[in-house]
Structures are given as C-alpha cells and as structure tokens.
C-alpha cells in the first residue's frame, strides 16, 4: 500500500497556482526528495498535505486512508509528522521541555490538568530518547533560546521523530548549516529506520541527493520530472528549470 | 523544597494573622477587597497570561456572577442555590463569550471580548425588571457555612482568604500540569501545537472555561463584600483594572496578579483617602511600572534581586592566583 498518495492536487491564491494537479505516490519507507526553484510551491504542497491549508480539489490519502479533509492535528495522530522551513519551537522553554511537548501531543495526558508534568517519568525518559537520538540529550536543560541555530534544527527534528511517525515530512532541514552541522544532519538522517517513509524538500542538492531515493521536481506548482537520482539528474528539464545549466 | 514548603506555610499564617495585625474594621475589610480581586485577577490571568488572549470583559463575566447571587436571592433561594446557581449562571455566560471570541487572537479577540462585556453591562443598565437598572439590587445577609455567621470584617476576611488560597493552589496546580503547559505552548507556538496533535481551539476554551470559573467565584464573593450590585461593576473601567492588575503585577506569573490587585486596591482605598486626584497617582505608578519592569512588579523584581546578587558578587575582588587557576 502507498504511504503517501496525492492525487491530482491543486490550490490557488486568488488568480496565483501555486499548485497545479499534483501526483505523488510515496511508497512506504521511501526517501523522497522534493526539489524546484524559489516560489515552486513546495512547501506550499507541505502545507497541503499536513493539513494547514486545504486544497481546492484532489486528495490525500495515508496509508490507503482518505485524509483530504480531516484536521491538521487528526493527521499527526493518524502518524503524520513535520518540520518547518523556518524555526516554530518554543522559545521560553527549555530543549526537553520542547521535545515533551512533542510527545505529549499525542498523548491523552495532554488533557490532564492536575498532574505535575515535570515528574511524568515516562514522558520524560522517551524525550531524554528522543534527544539522544539527535545528541542533544547532553543539553536537554539548556533553555531553547540560549540554543544555536544548527541545535535548533536537531530540536525541530528530535520533535518530529519523538512523535514516533510513520511519514515525516521534512521542510528543508539543512537550511542555514554549516557543512559540519549538514554532515551531522545528514548522518541522523540517514539513520533513521526504514518504517519511517521520508518526503524533503531541500535546496542543498549534494547532501540531499545522497539521502533520496526518488525526486520529483516541482516548478510553478507543476511536477516537471520525476524519477530515480539518475533519471531525474539525467532529464534535460531539470538542467533547464532547476540546475539552469 | 522544604524551604519552599516553610516559606509557604509562613505566608499563610501571615495573611491569616492580617486581620489581628490592623484591627480596624476598615482595613480588614480592604485585605478581604485585594484577597477577592486577586482570585479575580488570577482567573483573568489564566487567559493573558498563560493563554495569550486579552480579555477586556471579564468585569461583564464577575458581574453576571453577581447579578445572578442578587436576583436569585431576591426571588427568594436560599443562599447555597443563590451561589450555585451564580456558578452555574457565570460559567454559562463563559461558554457564550468563549465561543464567539475563540473565533479570533490578539486585536480582534480584545475588541470582541470588549463589545461583549459593553453588552452585558448595557443589559444590566437598561433591563430594569431584572436588574432594577441603575439603583441596583440590594443582598441583605450574608450565608452562614457551618453556622459560621459572615457578619463582621473578620469572620467575612477568613472566609474570603480560605476561598482565596484554594485559588491560588488550584492555578498552582494547573500551571505544572500537562493542560497547563500545552496552553503556554497555544500562546507560543499555535501552528506547530496543531501540527503536534493539539486541539488548539479546544484548549483554548477550557482555559476560559477555568478563567470564567474564577471569576464567577470573585463576582460571588464581591456581592456578599458590598451586599449591593450595581451596573458599574460590569463597566469597561473594571474590566480594564482587572486587567491592569494582572499586567502591572506580571502576567504569566503565579504570585503578579496578586501583587497587582493589592496594588490597585490599596490605592484605590487607602490612597484616596489622603490623594485627591489618586487615579493620577495610580497612573503614574503604571507608567513607571511600564518604563522600569515592562514585564511587571513580580518578575521585574525577581530580575533586580538576581542583577544585585551578580553586582554583589562580582565586586568581591578575586585574588590573582585563584583567577589563572
């Protein structure tokens, strides 16, 4: 069964397209990787697929389940996880508070208005886990602000795998790194099991192109190519529109 | 955490003794005003502070309580339905405002919660076969839990304070508590506690549910306080003191809203009696507060405490061999 399936998927900004008839069949425990220019609407698509916006017509399916309409938070607890192109923590709390937060979510304890958080044990073990698994869990008291921008993406990352999901979708997570931290994100990436079907958007070609096993390119909202590295690299619409060689 | 016990036992036993300690009626009486404002202002707090969402109605929320106490004593209930029925009547009103505010944040959840609490103190102004309009309801007697008669300034103070500190325990609690943190995480970070799982609106609406609880139980207390209720009660200028109360105390902070109600009401109380123009003197304390600890009394204070500590310390000269060590 199709991890991920999109079907003919479009929405519009007043007269904009930002997406035009999308068709996406990610196979479960796949690595895709979604490239294009500035303005292709990727993370547009992102935010078609998480449900924070709705589409104009098409679907969405996970897991052979019809999804198209349903709640952005019915979807992470239906195994749908994300990080974002642009930082979204919680800035006046501490790492491991974030990454409770995370785990929480899908919790019933959530609800809870009595218990003291600070001595769920389990709560608190899985998200010592879950930091490990980004090694961060050496810091896990420091405050988020007092962070640097490459721990705050392994933080964005450590949420998104504590959660435990099934497609993780993942909104350029070498964004602003420096070639150290992208081999570290890169390693942790590479990492994770092979239950967890991957979508990424990413500019950084060298590092993310390691990590896919198929791409599809995205240009005015539009999948231009779609295929292996190979193909993909190979067609000559992707020289055209993305790599302008 | 032993300290932390002891110095909460201490406080305690100090506002216990409050009434001992100044004797006069009067003065018994302004303790028990901060002790009942403050469970106001603690329960305003839960939405602008914890929630992110300015209220500028809740005086329309503490004076259905009110109003509801009155009339149903008036129509002849004993005093245990008058202050369920008011619980009951303020946490319906509640649920109203939630529902059509939650539809918005920031500016416009500010305007709506305003308009809402103009219409209830229009209704309580112009619904004269209910409300008596401006000449009020008068509550004559107040109840008598456990044959306890609430007559005198003291008798009505250990009341309010044990209602008070129930308050407080009960925000306490729901601070640390998962609810708790992940409506900190709605103010914050909205979108991505969606992403997480959260239901966002619903969260948000049992925060208003507990703030509304709050206040109800203020409104109760304030109408048994004055054994009068009047329209001026829901105006826009109680809304707005509550909410100065909260801001200049620390929102987002356990102990600031209390320190803000004390602070409003000793001025408005004691202050007025020697300051003419007091309203002067409280803005001017708000403007200071705004320029000197914009975040408010309880944590600006907490902040000058810590930097005086570190100045202390570090003037401390330091021999030379221990510093190259």
């Known amino acids: ?245 | 955490m032993i300290g932390r016990n002891l110095a909460i036992a201490a406080a305690i036993i100090a506002l216990a003794a409050v009434p001992y300690a100044i004797r006069e009626p009067y003065y018994v009486n302004v303790a028990s005003q901060i002790l009942l404002y403050a469970i106001f202002a603690l329960g305003l707090n839960i939405l602008v502070g914890y929630a992110g969402l300015v209220s500028l109605g809740h005086a329309g929320l503490f004076g259905v309580a009110s109003y509801a106490v009155a009339s149903l004593l008036a129509a002849g209930f004993g005093h245990t339905i008058a202050i369920v029925g008011a619980l009951v009547v303020g946490l319906t009103f509640t649920a109203g405002f939630a529902a059509l505010a939650l539809r918005a944040t920031g500016i416009s959840f500010i305007m709506i919660t305003l308009a809402l609490g103009e219409i209830l103190w229009g209704l309580a102004y112009r619904w004269i076969s209910l409300t008596n309009g401006d000449n009020g309801i008068n509550v004559s007697g107040r109840p008598k839990p456990f044959g306890i008669a609430l007559t005198s300034a003291n008798a009505f103070y250990d009341a309010t304070l044990i209602i008070f500190l129930v308050a407080v325990a009960a925000v306490a609690i729901f601070v640390r508590s998962p609810f708790g943190a992940t409506l900190c995480g709605t103010r914050d970070q909205p979108r991505r506690m969606n992403a997480l799982g959260y239901h966002v609106w619903m969260i948000r609406f049992g925060a208003f549910m507990f703030s509304g609880l709050l206040t109800s139980v203020a409104g109760v207390l304030f109408v048994y306080y004055n054994e009068f209720i009047s329209p001026q009660t829901l105006a826009l200028t109680a809304s707005a003191e509550a909410l100065l109360m909260v801001i200049s105390g620390g929102a987002g902070t356990l102990l600031g809203p209390i320190v803000g109600a004390a602070l409003v009401v000793i001025m408005k109380n004691v202050v007025s009696a020697y300051v003419v123009r007091w309203n002067f003197m409280l803005g001017a304390i708000f403007v200071a507060i705004v320029i000197f600890m914009p975040e408010g009394l309880v944590p600006g204070a907490a902040r000058l405490f810590r930097s005086a500590v570190r100045m202390m310390s570090r003037s401390k000269p330091v021999p030379v061999v221990e510093r190259m060590s």
């Open chain 1, 1 to 245: 069964m199709t991890a991920l399936a999109v079907r003919d998927l479009s929405k519009s900004f007043g007269g904009l397209r930002v997406t035009t008839n999308v068709n996406l069949a990610v196979e479960p425990g796949e690595r895709r990787l979604i490239i294009g220019p500035n303005g292709a609407g990727k993370t547009t698509l992102f935010n078609l697929i998480t449900g924070e916006l709705r589409p104009d017509s098409g679907s969405i399916q996970l897991f052979g389940q019809d999804i198209t309409g349903a709640a952005t938070r019915k979807r992470a607890h239906l195994g749908m996880a994300r990080t974002y192109q642009i930082i979204t923590l919680f800035p006046r709390d501490t790492i491991l508070r974030n990454a409770m937060l995370a785990l929480l979510g899908l919790s019933p304890l959530r609800w809870n208005p009595w218990l003291p958080l600070h001595r769920q044990q389990h709560l608190l073990d899985e998200a010592h886990a879950a930091l490990g698994r980004v090694g961060l869990d050496r810091i896990a008291e420091r405050p988020l602000a007092e962070t640097s921008y490459g721990e705050k993406r392994r933080v964005e990352i450590a949420m998104a795998l504590a959660q435990n999901p099934k497609v993780l979708l993942l909104d350029e997570p070498f964004a602003g790194l420096s070639i150290d931290e992208r081999r570290d994100v890169s390693r942790l990436l590479a990492a994770i099991p092979r239950e967890v079907t991957i979508v990424m958007i990413e500019h950084d070609m060298d590092t993310a192109l390691d990590l896919a096993d198929r791409i599809t390119l995205l240009h005015f909202g539009e999948v231009i190519v779609e295929g292996t590295r190979a193909e993909v690299v190979a067609n000559p619409r992707t020289r055209e529109v993305y790599l302008g060689e």
